[in-house]
């Protein structure tokens, strides 16, 4: 943006001088947000209150007003968080077709989750903001970060972890990837919108301790580590408030405390007051002008919103427009959106993501012994960019699984053959009126289909099977009911495995789904997620064993779903209120409903969030947190841990023994044993990636820093370091660290 004509123009006009806020102690790095606060305040100053409010709610369903007069370009917002949305009418979900919009589908938040790499997060940013870029867009509508609760969640596949700090590290990477690039990112969803059940009136009744030591991190992380220029607050209620009019997170919290100085837009449609609203924080309402339009210009005149409320507010928008440059007319939507180098950050992340699970002597596949192969399953052919309601790209090209396979296996002499196996029915199917109907149609299509693919079976030498999910199940909007493999996988898999014991099981989801008969059933066992556009290259490489899996489970497959806290303990699902239905959907009978509508979620587990519950309630998972096997073999020793006064350092040696280049995911977990205060049986401190040739060793350094040792005291409202002994832990994953070292720590 060209500031300097735009300065002398204004000069004239300046009439209230504004205060700009200071700077937080806690960044380090200069705020870009902070970069032109006094031009901003000759700008507001000229501004009349109309033309101000116009900035405060959507111009279209993705955009919200700039200053015409002025040349100050509107604010282009882009869905996200896994790849830029295809253009719509610009005041309807229906897609324009245009013939440039086609993107690069990012394998989605559970995936990259998975690298457990704050470098591919970074490389993550930054291909969507190449994308954005291409596509005139300004902020990226993500990172989703909400903590991962529980294992139905309808959107956890967007998300990133159970742990906070490993959602944290993402969060910042992302947030870094794509500022650092030149576009914006949005956090969302702010905050504890851990459940898509009722999404839109739930209140989420959590503790102090809870939501600061597990819900907020994330966010807190993205805001002080990297300067997030956007926060989009959530459609829930906390503690009693509307995330989008909660004085307590966004005043206090996100902006007092944690220093943050960008925006804060409503999730589309989740505004539910004019001057609460104002009051409470949230700048910008989308994606239209129910409370921001003329009833804040009648709350103004009316006295009730001070005009410093509205001038900080748009303030807050010019510090992000003047951030980020508009995208030239010349440039937007010139050429396709998705770009070989983006394809390429795809990859990477993608074959880093994949989480080995199970390996008894298949894989990486032998080309000298296998000569047929039979790759059953619906998913192996499925395409995941787009489907149920929400995030979703218009993927230039998706390599499935089966593809992914047919391309690396070409000139070995190897056969591959397909059977899908089973059928998921559509949503609609299964909600149409003569729904019984077509469940006795899909009973008989899936028992041909289970025919035909255990005759194949037989036939083979190996069976692939890819099942899972997918994005109709996984969903915005809805929870799923339980975690079982739809579509009657588990007697299928039973089935294929009597026919041929060789089975190699792919597991295409976003979420934990319950795993005990593939895994009873199956030699091989593999987590590949959604994975983007190059999703079946990384399969298939880490089949053939070009590459070995690396990958780590950002969250724990529970046993079954009863295990998992909120399930045991009773507080999950709520009773919904009849008829409550989607967000969406109760926008027409908003009064009513939002009247209405009332339900509590009590986060009755504290903060015994995912592993934290399982280790320290001795609750045995199928798969833990942060465990992935590899083709190599690694050694840890030599763990050294210093207490300081910043930090706590630590290191050890890791030494790749096996026979393959690989890289590994070293962790270290902290375990407080005498400690007075109720506390998980060990928490992750500090994770690192690392790439180790064959017969390579490596010391392994990690500082941890002290403030990440605190616990919130409810009783002093603040942070607190306990002193005393602490445990020190290293190793692959949350239940297997072989190296431990006993430390003393002092306040
Ligand atoms: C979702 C957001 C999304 C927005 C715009 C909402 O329903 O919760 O994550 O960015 O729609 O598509």
């Not at 925006?263 to 609203?277: E, L, M, Q």
């Not at 005498?674 to 060793?697: D, H, M, N, T, Y």
Request: hydrophobic share 40%.
């Amino acid at each position: 943006m060209k500031h300097s004509i735009l300065t002398l123009t204004l000069m004239a006009g300046m009439g209230i001088t504004l205060t700009a806020c200071q700077q937080p102690a806690s960044t380090e790095k200069p705020n870009p947000l902070l970069a032109h606060e006094d031009e901003i305040t000759e700008i507001i100053s000229g501004m009349s209150l109309e033309e101000k409010v116009n900035m405060l709610h959507a111009k279209h369903m993705f955009s919200s007003a700039g200053i015409e007069r002025l040349n100050i370009a509107d604010i282009e917002y882009a869905d996200g968080p896994f790849g830029i949305r295809e253009e719509m009418e610009p005041d309807s979900w229906m897609p324009l077709g245009w013939a440039t919009d086609s993107a690069t589908f990012f394998p989605t938040g559970s995936a990259l989750a998975a690298t457990w790499s704050e470098d591919m997060a970074y490389q993550y940013g930054k291909g969507m903001a190449a994308e954005a870029y291409l596509r005139g867009k300004d902020m990226i509508l993500g990172p989703a970060m909400n903590i991962q609760r529980i294992p139905t969640g309808g959107r956890t596949y967007e998300y990133l972890s159970e742990d906070p700090l490993l959602s944290g590290a993402l969060a910042v990477g992302y947030t870094l990837g794509a500022q650092d690039n030149g576009r914006a990112v949005c956090l969302k969803h702010y905050a504890v919108n851990s459940q898509e059940n009722m999404r839109g009136f739930v209140n989420a009744v959590v503790s102090e301790r809870a939501l600061r030591e597990i819900y907020l991190p994330p966010f807190e992380a993205a805001v002080k580590e990297a300067n997030a220029y956007g926060v989009m607050a959530a459609y829930n209620k906390v503690a009693g408030d509307w995330c989008s009019e909660n004085d307590r997170l966004l005043n206090k919290i996100l902006r007092d405390e944690w220093g943050f100085r960008g925006i804060v837009i409503s999730d589309w449609g989740g505004t539910h007051s004019t001057v609460k609203a104002a009051l409470g924080g949230l700048d910008v309402e989308m994606p239209n002008d129910r409370y921001f339009g003329q009833a804040l210009i009648d709350s103004v005149n009316a006295g009730v919103v001070p005009m410093t409320v509205i001038d900080q507010k748009v303030r807050n928008l010019l510090r992000v427009r003047f951030a980020v440059d508009p995208v030239p007319a010349d440039v937007a939507n010139k050429q396709m959106t998705s770009q070989p180098p983006q394809q390429k950050i795809a990859y990477e992340v993608a074959s880093r993501s994949i989480v080995l699970l199970k390996n008894e002597g298949l894989l990486p596949i032998d080309a000298q012994k296998v000569k047929t192969i039979a790759v059953i399953g619906d998913n192996a052919t499925r395409r995941m960019s787009q489907g149920g309601v929400g995030a979703g790209v218009k993927a230039l090209y998706e390599i499935t699984p089966l593809q992914g396979l047919q391309k690396a296996l070409e000139g070995t002499g190897i056969t591959l053959k397909h059977a899908q196996g089973y059928m998921v029915p559509s949503r609609m199917r299964r909600n149409a009126k003569n729904a019984a109907a077509q469940a006795k149609e899909v009973k008989a299509t899936n028992k041909k289909l289970a025919k035909e693919a255990v005759a194949l079976a037989k036939e083979a030498d190996l069976v692939i099977f890819v099942g899972g999910d997918n994005r109709e199940v996984e969903t915005e909007g809805s929870d799923r009911k339980n975690i079982d493999l739809p579509a009657g996988q588990d007697e299928l898999i039973k089935a294929i495995a009597q026919a041929n014991p060789n089975l190699v099981t792919v597991m295409v989801v976003g979420a934990p789904v319950d795993l005990r008969t593939v895994n009873s059933c199956t030699k091989s066992l593999l987590i590949s997620w959604f994975n983007g556009s190059e999703g079946g290259h990384a399969l298939a490489d880490v089949l053939t064993g070009k590459i070995s899996p690396s990958g780590k489970l950002p969250f724990t497959f529970p046993a079954k779903l009863e295990d998992s806290p909120a399930y045991s303990l009773g507080v999950y699902p709520q009773k919904e209120p009849a008829k409550s239905g989607d967000v969406f959907v109760n926008l027409v009978n908003r009064d009513k409903f939002e009247a209405e509508m009332k339900a509590d979620a009590d986060y009755a587990e504290g903060i015994f969030v995912g592993y934290r519950w399982y280790t320290t309630k001795q609750v045995k998972p199928l798969y833990p947190f942060g465990y992935g096997l590899s083709y190599t073999q690694f050694q840890y020793s030599d763990l050294q841990a210093k207490p300081g006064k910043d930090v706590v350092e630590v290191s050890f040696t890791l030494s790749n023994t096996g026979n393959m280049d690989a890289e590994e995911v070293a962790q270290v977990y902290i375990a407080r044993p005498q400690s007075a205060i109720e506390r998980p049986a060990i928490e992750l401190k500090g994770f690192k990636r690392i790439a180790l040739k064959k017969g390579e060793s490596q010391t392994v350094t990690l500082s941890i820093p002290m403030e990440k040792l605190r616990h919130w005291d409810e009783a002093q409202g603040g942070w607190a370091l306990e002193a005393g002994p602490a445990v020190v832990y290293a190793g692959c994953s949350s239940d297997n660290l072989p190296l431990k070292a006993e430390i003393t720590l002092a306040r």
